[in-house]
C-alpha cells in the first residue's frame, strides 16, 4: 500500500483538494485498495474546522464530496507513517522543514511550481487544475 499525505498551511482548501481529488483518481483507476490518502495542515490555526466552502463547492462541481472532513495538524507519527508527504508551497516547505526530518525523497512539492492559493486569489478552479495536474503525475508515476 502507498500512504500520501497532502499538506498545506490550514488545511481546509488546497490539502483537503488534493486528498479528495487524489482518491477520486485512484477510485476510477481501480486502485483504491493500493493506496492510502490523507491530508494535514502545518499550522494549529484551523484544527477542527471543516473544508472551506469554496473549496467544498469546487470539488462538489467535479463530482467529489469530502463530507467529514476537518482539519488537522501535521505530526511526526505522520512522517514515519506516509511514503509521500506533498506540500502546496514555499512556505509549507519551510514550515515541514522545522517540523519533520529532512527528506527530500519523502517530502516533495505537489508542482514544480507553487499551487495556487485560493485563501488569497478567490480562485477555486485554477487551484483545481493545478492540483489536478499534480495528483494525476503522482498517478501516473506510482501506479
Known amino acids: ?32 485498495d493500493r ?6 495542515a502545518t499550522s494549529r490555526e484551523e484544527i477542527g474546522s471543516p473544508v472551506y466552502p469554496p473549496a467544498r463547492q469546487e470539488l462538489a462541481k467535479h463530482g467529489i464530496s469530502c463530507a467529514g472532513k476537518t482539519a488537522r495538524q501535521v505530526t511526526t507519527a505522520d512522517y514515519s507513517y506516509y ?15 522545522r517540523m519533520l526530518p529532512a527528506n527530500p ?12 492559493d485560493p485563501w488569497y486569489t478567490g480562485d477555486f478552479e485554477q487551484t483545481w487544475c493545478d492540483i489536478l495536474e499534480g495528483c494525476q503525475a503522482i498517478l501516473e508515476e506510482l501506479a
Not at 10 to 19: A, D, K, V
Not at 83 to 97: H, P, Q, S, V
Not at 105 to 116: E, F, G, H, S
Open 105 to 116: 525523497v519523502k517530502i516533495r512539492p505537489l508542482l514544480n511550481r507553487d499551487v495556487a
Open 35 to 40: 493506496f492510502e490518502i490523507a491530508s494535514a
Open 83 to 97: 511514503d509521500r508527504i506533498y506540500y502546496m508551497d514555499g512556505r509549507n516547505a519551510k514550515n515541514l522543514a
Open 1 to 32: 500500500m502507498i500512504k500520501i499525505l497532502f499538506v498545506c498551511h490550514g488545511n481546509i482548501c488546497r490539502s483537503p483538494m488534493g486528498e479528495y481529488i487524489m482518491k477520486d483518481l485512484v477510485a476510477k483507476a481501480g486502485l483504491s
